[in-house]
């Protein structure tokens, strides 16, 4: 039987405000995640073994 694996975070950053978006460049495809307006503008980068939910956490 095969699971699909959801981060236990996953919930608290949507409950967070985050919000995925895609936008279409060109002949690039990008999957990004905006974050509520509540201070300076941070920027991270998955390149990791996971999603951008890997930053749950942070």
Known sequence: ???H???PYHAKVC???FQ???V???TI???YAEG???GPALLLLHAQ???WFSYGRV
């Open 1 to 3: 039987m095969l699971r």
């Open 5 to 7: 694996y959801q981060d």
């Open 15 to 17: 409950r967070a405000g």
């Open 20 to 22: 995925e978006k895609d």
């Open 24 to 26: 279409q460049i060109g």
């Open 29 to 31: 495809s990008l999957h």
């Open 36 to 38: 509520p307006d509540r």
């Open 49 to 51: 073994h996971m999603d």
